[in-house]
């Protein structure tokens, strides 16, 4: 009897289980189809049926993007005939739009849309503005602040939800991490891969090319996957790329990461920019959860990017090691003080001590200066041969009629004339092979000073820094990723 009685319980759970999850699966399509004729309405300028759908679909589910399409039915409603009731209903949506969604992305121009409103409400119950009572009145034509603000437009709406809730989505892939959790709504441009996933639940993809105008409703529904396991990637270093069996397929994720998985040995690798590699193999057990846990040993990094006109026929060099073959050349560097080199044949090479910060990006735009011609060196040193040669030449000339002189004067037979003529040419011979070495000694250090001289104008490197960081942004309007850049 006791274990009757139990087996109707469970009954009845089990019967209550599709009835709830029927009831948000009806809004939904309440929703779906109040939000259709309304946008349908509006595109035909039936501002108000468009306002009262855009509420109903609202009451089915309360999101707020449909509470800022009431407001902008009101809003084009009050353009159309300066309306000033309009105006106060647009007003009001916009403000309770705000007021469930106070992160909107949005937020900035709604809120100059209401102060333009609020000033054309008062602008046209200004006594001095309103037509004359006379015959039919013809409505005062709208402020510039209004017509600068433009036609609004009613916005779409991507739905994710999945029974069970709280599932984790990713976008496209799972190597750029979560994107968010069910249930979400928010939008998303172009077409995109929803991969929902869940402890213990079958993995659920879905192709969407949502159309941003209109409501598109993504439910998923997971079956429990009892054969699996569920394991757990985290790392010390947030962010650090994950290879689970095969790391030539590339990177699968980044920590942290959770999935279901097959059962048996799987090996996972771990790694980041400037750290040592992590291994664990590990045994994954059907319906078990496990846990891999990265330590990374090493310092952050911060990314080196050298590029510049003819980079790619030149080497970089960072503290005496090869890190690039050819540019360009973008590398995690880590950080710290490092010595850049950068050369290439029949160029200046550059060279300058460079602080690499962790998480942000140097570049470095090269301008390497030609090679000088030396053309002036080989001048100089032709000179120098040719003036030592002389000067060789000269001297053997001048010792030669040293010599003859000399034996003439030691044989002193017939004796040597005082006025012989080769006194003086010896004497000139000297004087010249002296003139000739002197000027062969000048040449030969104008050669030298021609061979290493820094002539022409310097390499040059023009260093840009940069911090670069992602952050996820979600919220009612957008979903995606933001690029915060400073420098």
Known sequence: MKSRALFVVCLGVCALAPMAFAQPADALKKAQSAFDQAQLDYLQGKYDEAAQGFQDTYAARNFPQFLYNVGASFHMKGKKDSNVEAYKKAVDFYKKYLGEDPQAAD????????????????????????????????????????????????????????????????????????????????SIDGEHKIIIEKRGYMVSESTIAADPSKLFVL??????????????????????????DDKSVGAVGKTPLSQNMKPGKHTFWISSDGYDEYKEDLEIIAGQAHSVKGTL????????????????????????KVLCERGPCLKGVQQGDHTVTVTRPGFKPYSRRVNIQAKTETSIKIGLAPEPSRTDAVIAYILTGAFTGGGIFLGLQANKLH???????????????????????????????????????ITGGTALYYTFRDKGAPST???DVRALAFKPELNSQFAGLGLEVTW
């Open 219 to 244: 439910r998923a529904v997971m079956s429990q996957e009892n054969f699996l396991g569920w394991v757990d990637i985290t790392s010390n270093v947030p962010g650090a790329d994950i290879f689970i």
């Open 107 to 186: 937020k900035p121009k709604v809120e100059k849309a209401i102060t333009v409103l609020e000033a054309e409400i008062k602008r046209l119950n200004d006594p001095a503005t309103k037509p004359p009572e006379q015959g039919t009145p013809t409505p005062p034509a709208a402020s510039n602040e209004v017509k600068e603000l433009g036609d609004v437009k009613v916005r779409g709406l991507i739905v994710v939800e999945s029974e069970p809730q709280n599932a984790t989505i990713y976008l496209d892939d799972k190597k750029k991490g979560p994107f968010a959790t069910t249930p979400w709504s928010g």
């Open 461 to 463: 490197g023009l260093i």
């Open 403 to 441: 010599d003859d002189l000399s034996n003439g004067i030691n044989n002193g037979s017939p004796p040597v004339d005082n006025n012989d003529p080769r006194f003086t040419k010896g004497k000139v011979f000297a004087i010249a092979a002296d003139a000739s070495f002197l000027l062969a000694a």
């Open 297 to 320: 040993k090493g310092e952050p990094v911060g990314k080196l990017n050298i590029l510049g006109l003819g980079i790619e026929d030149s080497t970089i060099v960072v503290d005496g």
